[in-house]
């Protein structure tokens, strides 16, 4: 019995049918208003079919006024209820989840894609090697903007379960306005939404609070939480297990652990480590956390082989494996490992040798695949790098574009 394909039962009672997610990657394919298109829905189509017991979307964003990338999907109104309920009846027919990621992402949004950053303090990244991401100083959040952000939170979760989604997954990781509220280096408010982390714990409480009023009990609600942010002075493992066992009482359904946030991309591995140690990279931490929690635990970052994936789900270590790259290049890989086909996933991209521009490479290739396969084309390992760039800048131009026509 292979332990990968056991049910899990969330303690709302919703049912995960095998023990492997595909984690969130930004698909970048939105059209230019924002609105989910028939390449974004025929990968959910693809990926369906590929065996997964849950599916995370990318990053979703809630708000029109901070987008991450040009081609993110903005859920903010009922407007596109069709196409949404059409991207959630992409996994129709077969036994996996669909949630959507929600996001808001602060001061890691694009400058050249956002009249203003907002952030919990204005504190601005400090970048080397990516120059498309701002170094502009964000206004600080005002109260009552606050408040507007926590409802928009609420009121996207809300129009994506009406749209058939099944859960949701509030993004609290890798340096976006929930990870900068929890960060003591990004938020330096002197109100009760900074300070202790009490007080910096207080927006992800009130956001979970509020979705979990608008969708009700049995909708599961889920977070992508850091381990640490790996900086100094930032947000660490100690105060991560605290906001773990917050969440916990506060009923959330599912955890899933990564770490890291754009200044330091622990998200991705540390490139210089031997295969085996850049598998599972943040599994010491959720060992930890384990201990201090009841609550479903999911691991993402690392994983490459079935083997390891199976001693983590079967040593209980940890209930759900996450993966993401090698979702990009091999679309059936939850299939492929189930049904014993194939053991390895290993994904390489092919880089142009500039730092600045291969920074920006761990995403926008494998956005590139995500996109070849909504096309109903193969996935191409042998990608070219400088390709995908030159597509990309068109996208920021493009972008640019309609902002300025919109004026
Ligand atoms: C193209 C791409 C887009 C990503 N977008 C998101 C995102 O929208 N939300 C998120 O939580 N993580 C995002 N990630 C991070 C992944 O979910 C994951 O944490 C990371 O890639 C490590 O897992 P892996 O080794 O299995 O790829 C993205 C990663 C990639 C490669």
């Known amino acids: 019995m292979n332990e990968l394909e056991e049910n899990l039962m969330l303690p709302n009672g ?23 298109t028939p390449v974004l829905i025929n990968l959910y189509k693809k990926w369906a079919q590929g065996g997964a017991g849950l599916l995370i979307t990318g990053n979703i964003m809630i708000t029109s006024d901070a987008i991450g990338e040009p081609r993110n999907v903005v859920v903010q109104d009922r407007k596109n209820m069709k196409i949404l309920t059409q991207w959630a009846n992409s996994v129709k027919g077969t036994e996996t989840h669909l949630w959507a990621q929600i996001n808001h992402p602060g001061r890691q949004a694009m400058k050249e894609i ?43 979760s809300l129009i994506l ?21 929890l960060s003591p280096k990004t938020n330096i408010r002197k109100d009760k939404w900074g300070g202790s982390l009490a007080n910096r714990t207080r927006f992800v409480v009130e956001v979970y609070r509020k979705i979990r009023a608008y969708v ?4 599961p609600i889920g977070i992508k939480l850091n381990s640490s942010d790996f900086q100094k002075g930032g947000f660490s493992e100690e105060e991560s297990m605290e906001v773990v066992k917050i969440l916990s009482n506060e009923g959330i359904d599912l955890i899933e652990v990564s770490g890291g946030t754009y200044e330091s991309p622990m998200m991705m591995g540390k490139q210089k480590t031997s295969t085996k140690e850049r598998e599972a990279y943040f599994m010491k931490y959720i060992e930890k956390v384990r ?31 996450g993966v993401a790259r090698p979702f990009a290049v091999f679309p059936n890989m939850a299939n492929d490992i189930l049904k014993g086909k194939r053991n390895e996933f290993q994904t390489r991209i092919k880089r142009t040798g500039v730092k600045a521009i291969d920074g920006m490479m761990n995403i926008i290739w494998y956005e590139e695949q995500l996109k070849r396969i909504g096309n109903g084309n193969k996935t191409n390992p042998e990608l070219n790098g400088w390709l995908v760039f030159f597509k990309y800048l068109w996208l920021i131009v493009d972008k640019k574009i309609i902002e300025v026509f919109k004026k």
């Open 291 to 321: 201990k201090i929690t009841d609550t479903p635990l999911m691991l993402t970052g690392g994983f490459r082989t079935a083997l390891v994936m199976q001693d983590a789900v079967g040593s209980n270590k940890l209930d759900v494996i």
């Open 14 to 36: 919703v049912v995960l049918h095998n023990r492997i997610a595909k984690s969130a990657m930004s698909e970048n394919l939105s059209n230019r208003y924002h609105e989910p």
């Open 161 to 181: 379960k009406e749209a058939g989604f099944s859960g949701v997954q509030i993004h609290g990781a890798h340096g976006y306005l929930i990870s900068q509220f």
């Open 216 to 219: 009700g009990d049995k909708f």
């Open 114 to 156: 956002n009249k203003k950053l907002k952030a919990p303090s204005a504190v601005p990244l400090k970048m080397s090697g990516r120059k498309n991401v701002s170094s502009k100083i964000p206004e600080a959040l005002t109260e009552s903007e606050i408040l507007t952000v926590i409802d928009a939170f609420a009121n996207t």
